[in-house]
Every structure is written in C-alpha cells, then in structure tokens.
C-alpha cells in the first residue's frame, strides 16, 4: 500500500539554527503534500500546503519565512524550520495523496523537532 | 470546510464494542467522511472513509445517517491496543486539505 515516510524521526538541534525534515512519498507520486504540527495531547494543526513545482499556500498565523517547504519533486517535500526558537519544539507530521487514486490521505510516521 | 465535533475522551473495557459519533452538521454535498486513529508520537493511520449509509471493513464500521449530518464509529470488541486518539474528518475527495478537529480520546482497560 501506499507510504509516506518522514525524515529524521527526531532531531534535536540549538536554538538560532535551522533544520530541515523530508517527506516522501514511497510509492505513489504526490502532487500535493501537506505539513502540520501537534503539541503533546493537542490535534494537529495544519500549517500549509505543499505544492510542486510551486509555491506552497500557508495557514493564516504561520511565517512562511521562518517554515521553509519545497517541493521538487512529485515524491518529495521538505520543511525547513528556520532560526529555531524553543517555542519551536513540536511533532511535525507531513501527509499527501495519490494522484487519481481517490480521496485517502496517508500520513508521515512525524518527525520530532526539539529546540535546546 | 465542514467542522465537527467529537467527545473528548471515553472509556471502555477490553471485548466491548465502541461506538463513537461525531457530528459534522454542515457538511457539504461533495464531502465523505473519514475516521483516522493516532497512536503517541505516530501519525494518524486511515481507519475508515463512507459517503452514506454504512461501511465496513475488517477493522471497523462505520455509520451514516441519511441527512449525513452525523456518522459513527463502531469498533467491535475492543483491545488495549485501541487506546488512541480518533478523529473524524469531513472533505471533498478532490480537496484534500484536512482540519483536525479535538478527536477522541479512548482508553481501553483490562
């Protein structure tokens, strides 16, 4: 079945540097992939939409300059957080669909962002 | 983008079967409706989608009314391994964006 993996599953990294996760999709091309984040006992909130071959359309309140997504290619989308900042530190959880294969989202296993 | 409401939290015991609702009021024409199931630190897993009336699969029911302004989630006999997070979503097959609403939290005991 379909796949989507997420890349690296947790990082720590210092605050003021930037780090950037990967979200693939394994066996299906994604036109369209979509980024969230979700505090501990909190929904996930969407904070854009990643688009390839353009520029992603972002969720009203999140600074596109500070959360960096490409997508490249039709397999791959990355979020860059940029000039990190504790308040940073989040489950971040990439999702996409098959292109012509319906409605079924799957979803990133998530990638675990602390900021010390 | 339909909103929905779920219960916060429930409570159940291991081999009782769970019925969760989720009351999505306006909902449009094109929208189906999909349940997802979040474990701690994963993302969420597709558990279940319909349009109308009933679906089932080997894990899970779920029911629609005819106004589809509600749907539930039936899971048979429950284990401990079902303790998650559960979330209803509603959308357009072709509008793929999903807002997460609070979900429901389940605890199964032995």
């Known amino acids: 079945g379909a796949v989507v993996s997420q890349h690296p599953s947790w990082v720590i990294c210092k605050s003021g540097t930037s780090v950037k996760i990967e979200c693939r999709s394994l066996d299906f091309q994604a036109t369209t992939m979509f980024w969230y984040r979700q505090f501990p006992k909190q929904s996930l909130m969407l904070m854009a939409t990643s688009n390839e071959g353009s520029k992603a359309t972002y969720e009203q309140g999140v600074e596109k300059d500070k959360f960096l997504i490409n997508h490249a290619s039709l397999t791959l989308s990355t979020l860059t957080v940029t000039s990190a900042h504790p308040e940073d530190s989040s489950f971040y959880i990439c999702?996409?669909?098959?292109?012509?294969?319906?409605?079924?989202?799957?979803f990133g296993e998530g990638s675990w962002l602390t900021v010390v | 983008l339909a909103k929905t409401t779920q219960p916060i939290s429930m409570d159940s015991y291991e081999g009782q079967e769970v019925n969760i609702t989720c009351s999505h009021n306006n909902i449009a024409t094109n929208d189906y409706i999909t349940w997802y199931q979040q474990f701690p630190s994963q993302g969420p897993r597709f558990i279940i989608q319909?349009?109308?009336t009933k679906v089932t699969n080997e894990v899970a029911s779920l029911f629609i009314p005819a106004d589809r302004k509600s749907s539930t989630l039936s899971l048979p006999r429950v284990s401990l391994s079902d303790t998650a997070v559960y979330y209803c979503l509603v959308g357009d097959p072709g509008f793929q964006k999903l807002v997460f609403g609070t979900g429901t939290r389940l605890l199964v005991s032995p």
């Open positions: 999702s996409a669909n098959q292109v012509g294969r319906g409605n079924t989202i799957y």
């Open positions: 319909g349009y109308k």
